[in-house]
């Protein structure tokens, strides 16, 4: 069983950084992919950016590629750094983590991901 809590969201001027945290709590975090989405009401949750088990693979999509960064222990905490914050930006974080796969297979899927976080909401002033 993997447990997952986000940290780290709050309001910050466009053009200003943050760093969102994810604590994993659970024996078997460590062989699982994990990743970050986003929602805004209204619309769908987003794929952010993932990580393999070992941090050896990361994805991105192409609206925060260039201005965010995800990282990994095996501690099980994960993180994204992001930069260069926009209005666009602001939306619901959530962590995930998924058991379903193996290798350094990273998904983009909402749907590919079986344990989720509460979410961290971040906000963009303009």
């Known amino acids: 069983q993997v447990q997952l809590a986000e940290s780290g969201g709050g309001l910050v001027q466009a053009g200003g950084s943050l760093r969102l945290s994810c604590a994993a709590v659970?024996?078997?975090?460590?062989?699982?992919?994990m990743g970050w989405f986003r929602h805004v009401e209204g619309k769908e949750r987003e794929f952010v950016a993932g990580i393999s088990w070992d941090g050896g693979r990361t994805r991105y999509a192409d609206s925060l590629k260039g201005r965010a960064t995800i990282s990994r222990d095996n501690k099980g905490t994960m993180w994204l750094q992001m930069n260069s914050l926009k209005p666009d930006d602001t939306a619901v974080y959530f962590c995930?983590?998924?058991?379903?796969?193996?290798?350094?297979?990273?998904?983009?899927?909402?749907?590919?991901?079986?344990?989720w976080g509460q979410g961290t909401q971040v906000t963009v002033s303009s």
């Open positions: 995930a983590a998924t058991s379903l796969y193996r290798n350094n297979y990273v998904p983009t899927e909402r749907s590919r991901y079986n344990y």
């Open positions: 659970g024996t078997t975090f460590s062989t699982y992919a």
